[in-house]
């Protein structure tokens, strides 16, 4: 697989790997229901979802929980990733791709990015935007680290990997028919069900 970014080449290898390693566990995914147990509250037949950067599947795996019949299918960049990601979504539905390369060619009632905007390179962000859009029939639900204004920090001592800004607002202004419906924001210290400081943004098309 050929990249365009250093971010992809990134997550593509090692350290995506060690990603996986540090976000498997039990409370983690007790979290993620309670997370998105409280979001889907907001919405109506959800039957069908796409996950953009979805790892080995754990905001799926509590989708699924949530929603037993609900149709998975996410797409990831690191290749041992996906092989975790197929006990979840289905072989057929666990797509190895780069989110700059893939095409919509088809819609879903949830269109879902959870803690991967942040580390896509800024120049890139409107293709993303584009995709998850594109995909959407009716929700878009943005779970990053919020700042009103685009910072680039440091991440586990790395440059240029992790970017900060308004990313739902952003949509909103270019996609005129998209509405905010709900957001909110996850504490790292909550004691029963902590995120990692996510702020997510429910948007929906009108």
């Given at each position: 697989m050929s990249f365009s970014t250093n971010e992809e080449a990134f997550w593509a290898g090692s350290f995506g790997n060690d990603?996986?390693?540090r976000n498997r566990s039990q409370q983690y995914l007790a979290s993620n229901i309670h997370f998105f147990s409280n979001i889907l509250r907001h919405t109506q037949k959800v039957e069908s979802v796409i996950e953009f950067g979805a790892n080995i599947g754990m905001n799926l795996r509590a989708l699924?929980?949530?929603l037993p019949h609900v149709?998975?299918?996410?797409?990831?960049?690191?290749?041992?990733?996906?092989?975790?990601?197929?006990e979840v979504t289905g072989p057929d539905q666990a797509i190895y791709q780069s989110i700059l390369d893939y095409t919509p060619d088809d819609k879903y009632d949830l269109s879902l990015i959870k803690g991967v905007l942040i580390h896509i390179h800024p120049e890139k962000l409107p293709e993303v935007y584009s995709k998850l859009y594109?995909?959407?029939k009716k929700y878009i639900l943005i779970c990053e680290y919020y700042n009103p204004t685009p910072v680039?920090?440091?991440y586990r001592g790395h440059e240029g990997k992790l970017?900060?800004?308004?990313?739902?607002?952003?949509m909103l202004e270019i996609y005129k028919d998209l509405a905010l419906l709900?957001?909110?924001?996850?504490?790292?210290?909550?004691?029963?069900?902590?995120?990692d400081d996510i702020t997510?943004?429910?948007?929906?098309k009108q």
């Open positions: 990603y996986i390693e699924k929980i949530i149709s998975a299918t996410g797409i990831e960049i690191n290749a041992e990733a996906v092989r975790q990601l197929q594109e995909s959407a680039e920090i440091s970017y900060k800004r308004d990313f739902a607002g952003e709900d957001y909110g924001f996850v504490y790292r210290r909550d004691v029963q069900f902590p995120q997510w943004f429910l948007l929906t």
